[in-house]
């Protein structure tokens, strides 16, 4: 089975600080990769998704994450956070094939807590 | 804007009631998925569907079955409820042609007692 680990289970900031979210899989063969973020109260929405091209993505709100392969890692960053992007954030992966392949395996979160 | 619901936000059973929770897309997705979400353990999936009438057990299908009657509506069913089955309960939909990502709907808080 597929795994998604993601090395932070809460991460403190203070505004202006740059964050960086770990996200390392077990799968070697081709991934396609997400960040989905949970703000207090709201549902899961995806922040932003890596099938293939250049490695750098940028998605909602100032965040990019990096795709290197010979890490298996896909790792979320923001140059400089605000007190809104305290929330949860889920790194998941799909890998799957045949009736598998649209599932998702999701880590178990990081909660990214921003003091002003 | 694909809008996933669930039928309750806040749900309270008691041990070994049969308990239903609804989900419903209006996006005409083909695919929906259960799964559930505790602090620390992230998203596990129960259970999902490809097609009408069509299920596939996830990694924590024990306790649960499903029901896919009509394309839009994916029904989670807790047999006969436990306390260990408190947990957020979020169900998703993905169409086939974007089938990875994947649209949430806003949870339902089960607590069993």
């Known amino acids: 089975a597929q795994s998604v680990s993601q090395h932070n289970h809460h991460v403190i900031l203070s505004e202006a600080a740059s964050l960086e979210l770990g996200c390392n899989y077990s799968?070697?063969?081709?991934?396609?990769l997400f960040w989905y973020v949970q703000y207090p109260g709201q549902h899961l929405q995806l922040l932003l998704k890596?099938?293939?091209?250049?490695?750098l993505v940028k998605g909602i709100k100032g965040f990019e994450a990096e795709f290197i392969k010979s890490k298996f890692s896909f790792n979320l960053r923001k140059p400089s956070v605000q007190w809104s992007d305290t929330a949860e954030y889920f790194c998941?992966?799909?890998?799957?094939?045949?009736?598998?392949?649209?599932?998702?395996?999701f880590g178990r979160g990081t909660q990214l807590t921003v003091w002003p | 804007d694909v809008k996933v619901t669930q039928s309750s936000r806040y749900l309270v059973k008691r041990t070994g009631e049969k308990v239903f929770l609804e989900c419903v897309q209006d996006?005409?997705?083909?695919?929906m998925f259960w799964y559930r979400q505790d602090p620390g353990l992230g998203l596990r999936l129960i259970y999902f569907?490809?097609?009408?009438?069509?299920?596939e057990k996830g990694d924590i299908p024990e306790g649960y079955s499903v029901s896919r009657e009509k394309k839009e509506r994916f029904s989670l069913i807790l047999e006969s409820a436990s306390t260990n089955q408190t947990s957020m309960y979020l169900c998703?939909?993905?169409?086939?042609?974007?089938?990875?990502?994947?649209?949430f709907g806003p949870g339902t808080r089960l607590t069993v007692t």
């Open positions: 996006m005409d997705h083909e695919n």
């Open positions: 998941a992966v799909n890998a799957g094939r045949g009736s598998t392949l649209g599932r998702l395996y």
């Open positions: 799968y070697g063969g081709t991934v396609n």
């Open positions: 998703a939909s993905s169409s086939t042609e974007i089938i990875y990502e994947q649209y």
């Open positions: 569907s490809y097609d009408v009438k069509m299920k």
């Open positions: 890596y099938f293939s091209g250049d490695p």
